[in-house]
């Protein structure tokens, strides 16, 4: 039988995430609903009783009927719909990868994306430059807005290559994953990294020297985006005002909402990157031997003072992009810096000064041992 094309993936994926969210909302509406009719001294329970219980418990039941319907007509279709080609990237899927990729992981989601590396430029040869994008992205978005990013350093002598990877997933698991893939590339290699595919970018380099991976000793140049390293002040807004609503036991149920914020999205609260350091902030150094750049933005046009006080670039603060922490022992000490003004976090993919700046970091004279 021929496995079933994106298409009906695709579509199987998401009537299993409706039914999902069916029952997801019943039991948080039943949470809410059993809170408010209890005893203000009685005992917290997330279910009712009586008709209402029935009522919910019904609810739950035909999704399930629903869903499994669903998913067995589709997988009849599978049969009709054999890959006719390679599948395209999918921007939609992407974003939702990152919102709840972990979730879709965890239950064997067709709509989870696999990891894996994509050549961006045909007929390009070279020493590999493997491109990491960020949250909810994925490698085809480092061609936007007339910008190619791929093509530009391909012509520096580089074969680039796109990582797709599930966003939503902690950092340290697709770190782990990624240090695998990477042992498979000859050659000198160079890893450039856009927000969270930095954070991944470093995780598995610290993977890859546990375990005695070779392309550590190949590696030559890492270069980060607007990448947290020191975390992101959007995602503690998240985490406190998950603690808020759950302060109140009628509020309480909508905290599991607020929760439900992927594994990758809770990884750059602190900018964790192993496994261990889930929750907090990861205490790892830069490689040594390796040359590492980092580019910071600030949507200020005419920012004064030190560049660790500016603005960032609505999503990352530049001291966390360029690794500036106020403890003198926990900076990340590159090799070069580099921050750009007027500029947001998506523009550091498509600015022509972002550009410029790594083709000179990049340009073959630059390269040490690239040959």
């Known amino acids: 039988?021929?496995?079933?094309?994106?298409?009906?993936?695709?579509?199987?994926?998401?009537?299993?995430?409706?039914?999902d969210a069916t029952t997801g909302v019943a039991d948080l509406v039943e949470a809410l609903h059993a809170g408010i009719a209890r005893l203000p001294l009685a005992a917290p329970r997330p279910r009712t009783g009586g008709v209402a219980g029935l009522v919910y418990r019904s609810v739950r039941g035909v999704a399930g009927l629903v869903g499994g319907g669903l998913d067995a007509a589709l997988g009849a279709l599978a049969p009709l719909a054999a890959p006719a080609g390679p599948e395209p990237a999918n921007a939609l899927v992407a974003a939702l990868n990152g919102v709840l990729g972990d979730y879709l992981d965890d239950t064997a989601n067709p709509l989870a994306t696999p990891m894996g590396l994509h050549p961006l430029v045909d007929?390009?040869?070279?020493?590999?430059?493997?491109?990491?994008?960020g949250l909810c992205m994925n490698e085809a978005q480092w061609r936007r807005e007339g910008a190619d990013f791929p093509a530009a350093l391909a012509g520096l002598g580089y074969r680039p290559w796109g990582l797709r990877y599930n966003s939503g997933r902690a950092v340290w698991r697709n770190g782990a994953e990624l240090a695998g893939l990477l042992d498979d590339l000859p050659g000198p290699l160079v890893l450039l990294g856009h927000s969270m595919g930095g954070l991944v970018a470093r995780s598995a380099l610290w993977h890859a020297q546990r375990e005695g991976l070779h392309w550590p000793r190949r590696l030559r140049r890492l270069v980060t985006l607007g990448t947290p390293h020191l975390g992101a002040p959007l995602e503690r807004g998240g985490q406190q005002l998950q603690?808020?609503?759950?302060?109140?036991?009628?509020?309480?149920?909508?905290?599991?909402?607020?929760?439900?914020?992927?594994?990758?999205?809770?990884?750059?609260?602190?900018?964790s990157l192993i496994e261990a350091d889930a929750g907090r902030a990861s205490r790892i150094p830069l490689p040594d031997g390796v040359a590492c750049h980092a580019v910071a933005a600030t949507t200020a046009r005419a920012p004064a003072g030190p560049p660790a006080r500016w603005l960032g670039d609505g999503l990352v603060p530049v001291a966390s992009a360029l690794g500036q922490h106020r403890d003198p022992a926990r900076r990340l000490r590159f090799t070069d810096t580099a921050c750009f003004p007027g500029l947001g976090h998506l523009g550091l993919q498509t600015d022509p000064a972002v550009l410029a700046r790594l083709r000179a970091w990049l340009a073959p004279g630059e390269a040490e041992g690239m040959s």
């Open 1 to 19: 039988m021929k496995p079933p094309g994106p298409l009906v993936r695709q579509m199987r994926g998401a009537s299993r995430l409706a039914v």
């Open 123 to 133: 007929g390009a040869a070279g020493p590999p430059l493997v491109l990491l994008h």
């Open 243 to 271: 603690q808020l609503l759950a302060l109140s036991a009628y509020s309480r149920p909508l905290a599991a909402l607020a929760a439900r914020r992927s594994a990758g999205i809770r990884d750059l609260r602190h900018g």
